[in-house]
């Protein structure tokens, strides 16, 4: 059979220009429509658009917001993609990026955070936090078939709550009043990646290098190793892999203690970094949330998840950019992902604009009643 | 004048399935009709054509001489069709009326008018002999009774023509006996029955005429009293079906795996496997009899690994297996190939490669230190797609886009690729194709004349009594009868020991116990 | 302490938390009818800061009771696009819902950027209006007890009157009437209501219609009555508190209606305590709905366990 290997690639081929093609068509219909939004609402609609689209190459600063921002989102696109994998929905990467930046905050903040070891024990306390708050709704979904929607939503709140406490009334702060901490000492924040005579990029610091780091990590521990086969067989079928002997409990407490690691990893990169070295309230600001996006654009795929960060990056500074020199609000940007998000869950293609307009549609997404089939 | 006509239905499924091609049937008032077909035939789907629940692409429905189009069942329901579907559509905390009226209550105003369902509900079961309860929740009753609401249902809403699809297939031949009088006596007072069926027997007993199905295309339709058994199997597969496989005679005195005292619980609480004793040896087939429900496919699950117990021993290989993981006892010799390939056999969205290797993550020729040899699983994928002629693009191709047959030829294929010292089998051709079948069967014999012990669970008589070098008998969780396999051994035999009509003495169980 | 101890046994307590439990028992009682229905709602939170908003947008212009319809309306209009998307479109519901939050937060700053003319935190430069309360003060007429039930049961909002009779509605109409029958039904075992001709995906989407209703009234009343204009993310994780009220109320009226008041009483109690303790950790009180919540689900989830493991199953 030695024509296999290329029809593995043809087909592989074209799932890629279909997944590709659809998030592009998606992403056009999303445009479209904020489009329209900025139309009706702005004086200036076509400069706003231009902002949008084009404005953020044009300096090595806004350029350098780009680049942060994806390394960020390809970190929490990398957790929720793991999750998803195992088809569980733990939605509790936010919170995992508050404990994550809380642990952070305390090595940084003690009398560790003053040697070399801050950065790299900072992340580590953060991405053991994370671990931890990803280990709880994974171990009470397995151990008790606890709902893992409901318990990491609720985690998520109860982690800005702790961190709102903290930084106001615990931590220390330079004056009262503020809801921040102390400025990190400089050993503790994460160095700028580009500075040399003549560019010199703020913002973007170390972290992208972890999120590329983070992306092979995921990618090997996926496709590579049978741990990572494990957990896709359990996402495709939970009984099966029971069945072959597979322990589905530890596979899914391992996916989403993994994925809490990585917000974990992700708050570290927030309140260590560039842009804030220091611990604020509401310093996360959404963005966990945003790796839905990615993720179900990337399909999931560790490989893609850069990719979509990517682009989904440059749209989201690109808006803070629009906010900034026209009368657009940034938040525009939340209708874009949005109608993305839709679309792309609902397997959006051809086909679906056909399906859209049959008449009769399909019987109710329930067991279809399976006359004199093989079902039991 | 026929009460209801289906003309030159055509359906096809998108994605090219042909399922009904000119099908004609024709339903006399007050018959009972039975319309047989192997899995596949499609038989199926003329009767969600004539429910409602799928559109025919061609031809036409004529119901009491008119034309008549159902967009869906309501449509169905209220021209006076009603169907019992082999898994039932039944809520399980609703009580009995409350499933019985769903969706045409009697009301007070806005409110639900309980008494007065609870009363009209009563007076059917009285009137066409079905007797149930009103009262309790459904999930609290057995198979049977469950059965009688769904024939509540229908009648509830003035059916005059009642489809069902495959009633036997859940009940005891006792069961049996009690749904047939009360056919009859449905009959008797003006419905139609329209009987869809497998089990030849039955439909010999019970039915006035008999159309065949074969490939998406009526055979042609039949008077009962005009056929004989052979002849319909004749009319629906084409050929002679021969019913038994060859067998070698082999070495059966080596033991490969024993069960003492089990016990096993159920979710509800019940004990469905009391205290149960069975060897198997090595070279043999044993086939596990019984109605499904009655213990066959748990004491499979204890074995395999997939069920805790609640007393009792195991043990494979010499080797006591009570304690042991499913991957320890994969790794003592066992196999298994499970009742729903898709639900627990396979990962549909998985490659075949990965598929065909998923039971043997722990073997160092595929997986080391946690990593995986892409080409050592994939070469073993090929060369098991070709020694199975399994028919797929290559490969890394997602299971999923494989037909029933093929799929199951997966399963068949991880389980038996290295000679397994105990096979357990359960359902192995159920909804699938002939060739397919006669090609699984074959594969069973093989292994077994290789020297594999198979434990063999089905509930397709005519299988067990094909492949079996013995048979035992499950009844309400323990066995009952134990033959050694002859052609004098018949369905009506075991029928009798089925349903705990009789038991056999220890003495006369012992040679076939072994 | 005797002072927190005298604070919250009061009168003026109890109508605090009758205050603060509104808007959640609203959006409580639309997630539990989505739920019921087998639809898991999860933009509770979205719908509600879209009820809110439109609720106090609209009252700029028209009178109260406008604006809460509007806010109704709003919330509806965002069930219905979660049921076309879930049903029709075939998304996975919980990413439909995330989406839907998602909008909303975004969507509901950047309207009240444009009705502000620029103001992304508050719409505090707006006249919007507020729901009336309803004076009972005439009981104290009454003999005796007078005062005492003026004190408990005047002033409370319209919406909080109207709240408690949901309550009863919705118990009526899922016991009582042949469409909370359907509803049930769906939710538990859809094939069967199919089969007796029941349209399943309509139920649903009237219930996620109905969730998205009740969840914009609790948002109009949240910015109508509880505080008076639109701050941005006001809903502050309550449209996810309704969803542990649902779980912590096993999933019956009568049960979210306690998980509900109990709730409303934390929030109630995080207010109250920095005035009373100089160093009461507000946020920690906030916090404690979901810890309830979280314990509740695991104490649900050992009990259906423990039933299993009793009986000896896998």
């Known amino acids: 059979m030695s024509n296999v290997p290329t029809i593995d690639r043809a087909s592989r081929w074209k799932a890629i220009r279909t997944e590709v093609g659809r998030a592009v068509g998606a992403l056009a219909i999303a445009l479209a429509v904020a489009f329209v939004v900025v139309l009706l609402t702005s004086k200036s609609p076509f400069e706003a658009l231009n902002v949008l689209l084009t404005q953020i190459p044009a300096r090595p600063r806004t350029i350098g917001l780009w680049l942060d921002d994806v390394a960020k989102l390809t970190i929490t696109g990398l957790a929720f993609s793991l999750v998803f994998q195992a088809r569980q929905f733990s939605m509790g990467v936010q919170g995992q990026v508050y404990v994550g930046g809380l642990a952070a905050t305390w090595v940084a903040l003690s009398p560790l955070g003053t040697t070399w070891a801050a950065i790299p024990l900072g992340m580590a306390a953060a991405m053991l936090a994370g671990a931890i708050w990803g280990f709880i709704p994974g171990i009470a979904k397995a151990k008790l078939g606890a709902n893992e929607i409901v318990s990491s939503l609720m985690l998520n709140y109860i982690a800005i ?5 903290l930084v106001r009334a615990v931590l220390p702060k330079p004056q009262a009043g503020v809801l921040t901490t102390n400025d990190f000492p400089d050993t503790a924040v994460i160095p700028q990646l580009i500075k040399f005579d003549g560019l010199n990029i703020t913002r973007l610091d170390y972290g ?10 995921v990618w090997f521990a996926l496709y590579r190793t049978s741990w990572g086969l494990k957990l896709r067989l359990v996402g495709h079928n939970p009984r099966f892999a029971e069945y072959s002997g597979i322990k589905s409990t530890f596979i ?37 949330f945003e790796g839905i996006l990615v993720a179900i654009v990337a399909r999931s795929r560790p490989l893609a998840v850069p990719v979509v960060a990517l682009f989904y990056g440059y749209l989201r500074q690109g808006a803070q950019l629009m906010n900034i020199r026209t009368d657009v609000p940034a938040e525009v940007i939340g209708v874009v992902t949005a109608i993305i998000i839709l679309l792309v869950s609902s397997s959006f ?28 | 004048m026929a009460l209801l006509e289906a003309i030159g239905i055509g359906k096809t499924y998108p994605g090219g399935v042909v399922a009904n091609d000119g099908v004609n049937l024709v339903i006399q008032p007050g018959e009972v009709h039975a319309v047989v077909g192997e899995n596949g035939a499609g038989k199926s789907t003329l009767m969600k054509i004539l429910f409602g629940l799928e559109q025919p692409n061609a031809g036409t429905l004529l119901l009491d001489g008119k034309s008549v189009h159902f967009a869906g069942p309501r449509e169905a329901i209220e021209a006076g069709i009603g169907m019992v579907f082999q898994h039932f559509s039944l809520v399980p905390s609703f009580t009995v009326y409350e499933n019985v009226v769903m969706g045409s209550e009697p009301r007070a105003g806005i409110r639900l008018d309980r008494r007065k369902a609870i009363a009209e509900v009563q007076a059917l079961s009285d009137r066409f002999r079905l007797k149930v309860d009103p009262l309790p929740p459904v999930r609290s009753l057995p198979v049977g009774q469950q059965q009688r609401v769904e024939i509540l249902k229908s009648l509830y809403r003035n059916a005059r023509i009642l489809i069902l699809d495959e009633p036997t297939a859940v009940l005891a031949p006792q069961e049996v006996q009690e749904l047939f009088v009360a056919i009859r006596s449905l009959v008797a007072q003006g419905k139609t029955v329209i009987f869809i069926a497998h089990k030849l027997p039955e439909v010999l007993e019970i039915s006035d005429r008999i159309t065949v199905m074969r490939q998406g295309k009526t055979v042609g339709s039949v008077k009962t009293s005009d056929v004989t058994e052979q002849s319909l199997a004749a009319m629906m597969v084409g050929r002679e079906v021969s019913l038994r496989v060859d067998r070698k005679p082999t070495d059966q005195s080596q033991r490969v795996a024993s069960v003492k005292g089990l016990r096993v619980v159920n979710a509800r609480g019940t004990e469905v496997v009391a205290g149960l004793d069975l060897n198997v040896h090595a070279g043999e087939i044993v086939g596990l009899v019984g109605v499904e429900g009655n213990g066959q496919a748990e004491t499979l699950e204890a074995i395999a690994g997939l069920r805790s117990i609640a007393g009792g021993e195991i043990e494979i290989a010499s080797q006591s297996a009570t304690g042991l993981s499913v991957l320890e006892r994969r790794g003592l010799g066992l196999a298994s190939i499970p009742e729903d390939r898709i639900a627990e056999g396979l990962a549909t969205g998985a490659s075949v490669a990965e598929n065909l290797v998923a039971t043997r993550l722990n073997d160092t020729r595929y997986v080391r230190n946690g990593l995986l040899d892409l080409k050592a699983i994939k070469a073993n994928a090929q060369k098991l797609i070709e020694r199975f002629s399994i028919r797929v693009g290559g490969p890394g191709y997602a299971v999923g886009t494989l037909s029933g047959g093929n799929m199951q030829k997966v399963v068949v294929a991880r389980e038996l690729s290295e000679q397994p010292k105990l096979l357990l089998v359960n359902q192995p051709t159920r909804g699938v194709d002939l060739g397919a079948t006669q090609f699984i069967w074959r594969t069973i014999t093989d292994a077994r004349d290789a020297g594999t012990a198979v434990l063999l669970s089905s509930a397709d008589l005519s299988e067990l009594l094909a492949l079996s070098d013995r048979l035992l008998v499950f009844y309400r969780g323990k066995i009952v009868a134990a033959f050694v396999n002859s052609p004098d051994l018949t369905p009506e035999t075991l029928g009798t020991y089925m349903l705990g009509l009789s038991t056999q003495t220890p003495a006369e169980m012992q040679v076939a116990l072994k | 302490m005797t002072e927190l101890f005298f604070t919250v046994f009061s009168a003026a307590f109890f109508v605090t938390i009758i205050r603060t439990s509104t808007p959640l028992l609203l959006s409580t009682m639309g997630g539990l009818v989505a739920d019921l229905s087998g639809a898991l709602n999860v933009a509770l939170e979205g719908m509600m800061l879209t009820g809110a908003l439109t609720a106090v947008l609209v009252s700029v212009y028209a009178p109260w009771y406008v604006a809460v319809l509007a ?42 950027s444009l009705a502000t003319g620029g103001d992304k935190g508050t719409s505090i430069n707006l006249p919007s209006k507020a729901v009336p309360a309803v004076d009972l003060s005439f009981l104290s007429g009454i003999p005796v007890v007078g005062p005492f039930l003026t004190s408990i049961l005047s002033g409370h909002s319209v919406l909080s009157w109207f709240a408690a009779f949901v309550v009863f509605a919705v118990w009526y109409f899922l016991y009582r009437t042949p469409w909370g029958l359907w509803l049930r039904g769906v939710g538990e075992y859809p094939a069967a209501p199919e089969a007796a001709g029941i349209p399943v995906n309509l139920v649903r989407t009237l219930s996620l219609a109905v969730s998205g209703a009740l969840a914009g009234i609790g948002g109009a009343q949240l910015a109508m009555f509880n505080y008076v204009g639109f701050t941005r993310d006001m809903t502050a994780g309550r449209g996810f508190i309704a969803l542990g009220a649902v779980l912590l109320g096993a999933r019956h009226p009568v049960g979210a209606l ?4 109990l709730f409303g009483a934390f929030e109630a109690l995080a207010v109250v305590m920095p005035g009373i303790f100089d160093d009461a950790p507000a946020e920690l009180i906030r916090a404690i709905p979901f810890v309830v919540t979280i314990l509740a689900l695991i104490l649900f989830s050992i009990r259906a366990q423990r039933a299993l493991a009793l009986r000896g199953a896998k």
């Open chain 1, 208 to 217: 992208f290098v972890f999120a590329i780091v983070a992306v092979i990590v």
């Open chain 1, 349 to 376: 293609s051809i086909n679906f604009i056909k399906r859209l307009f049959r008449r009769h549609a399909a019987p109710a997404a329930t067991a279809t009643v399976p006359a004199g089939s093989a079902a039991k």
């Open chain 1, 161 to 165: 709550e702790l961190c709102n406490y």
């Open chain 3, 258 to 261: 306690c998980a509900a008041l």
């Open chain 1, 252 to 288: 899914m407490v391992s996916a989403m203690t993994a994925a809490g690691a990585l917000g974990g990893l992700l708050g570290s990169m927030f309140v260590q970094g560039q842009g804030y070295g220091k611990l604020t309230v509401l310093f996360e600001g959404n963005l966990a």
């Open chain 3, 71 to 112: 806010g109704m309306s709003a919330g509806a209009m965002l069930g219905l696009i979660m049921a076309f998307f879930a049903f029709r479109m075939r998304a996975d519901i919980i990413l439909v819902g995330f989406a839907i939050n998602i909008l909303a937060a975004g969507g509901t700053v950047f309207a009240l």
